[in-house]
């Protein structure tokens, strides 16, 4: 039997205290508990739109893997501590089954960490500064490859790294990965506090770009994923279409990264 508990609680408050309890009394007790913690922070539309620098967290996401007539990642230049590093293949064609995708939703992060555009977010992004990003296009697997109006976000600067005033994890109560390999690749499973990065004045109104660090694990079907980052024209894309939300401010630093 599995039980499945869903809790909202904010820092601070008795819900969190006795969330924290619970984490801390299953450590000692070893029991099988397992948190699966999301940190939402939450902006007013003033802030979000007065920010330089965006942090790409889409809110849909579906269980679906990335198929195609070969390997859809080049592993040889992975990590082989942490997995990290994996390469996507750009002479692929890239198929995915359409009907797994939430509806009405225009950004969707797949199982793998892969992020996947609709068509009408995609069209207004073509008259952007992608900055060297390139939305792929992508076939129906159902379908003998036929076209879907969706594209992957495939990012491939690397422009910015984690500050270390950026808190990851797997819950908020154990910072740091306990699986961590000495190679500091990966800052941790996921972010547990706002995003603080380091990077030049020159990337903060560019197009897409990744951090340095990895988050998350190399698991079956998962991988490590650089998260994404954006600029104020890309933002400015989002907002048209009414999906600025999943675009967080971060918060630019000048100093040593989470990995130096």
């Not at 599995?2 to 904010?10: G, H, T, Y």
């Not at 939703?105 to 073509?126: C, F, M, T």
Request: net charge negative.
């Amino acid at each position: 039997m599995k039980l499945f508990c869903r809790i909202v609680a904010q820092p601070g408050s008795r819900e969190w205290a006795a969330l924290e309890r619970s984490f801390w009394r299953s450590r000692e007790m070893d029991e099988i508990l397992i948190f699966n913690v999301e940190v939402d922070w939450r902006y007013t539309e003033a802030e979000r739109s007065a920010a330089d620098l965006y942090w790409l967290r889409p809110r849909h996401f579906s269980e679906s893997v990335l198929e195609d007539s070969g390997d859809v990642y080049d592993e040889s230049g992975a990590c082989v501590l942490c997995g990290a590093g994996a390469q996507m293949a750009a002479e692929l064609d890239l198929a995915l089954d359409p009907r797994s995708l939430p509806r009405k939703a225009l950004v969707v992060s797949l199982l793998g960490g892969e992020i996947v555009i609709a068509s009408p977010l995609a069209d207004g992004l073509r008259g952007c500064d992608l900055g060297g990003a390139e939305l792929r296009p992508l076939t129906d697997l159902s379908k003998a490859r036929v076209s879907i109006p969706w594209h992957i976000l495939d990012v491939a600067r690397v422009a910015s790294g984690l500050s270390r005033n950026t808190q990851a994890g797997q819950t908020p109560f154990e910072l740091g990965w306990p699986d961590a390999t000495p190679c500091g690749h990966i800052a941790g499973y996921r972010v547990m506090s706002q995003m603080h990065v380091i990077c030049d004045e020159q990337h903060l109104f560019g197009g897409f770009s990744a951090t340095r660090e990895f988050l998350g694990v190399r698991r079956g079907a998962l991988r490590p994923v650089r998260p994404i980052l954006c600029g104020r024209e890309v933002y400015s894309a989002f907002a048209e279409l009414g999906v600025a939300h999943i675009l967080d401010p971060v918060v630019p630093e000048r100093g040593p990264s989470a990995s130096g």
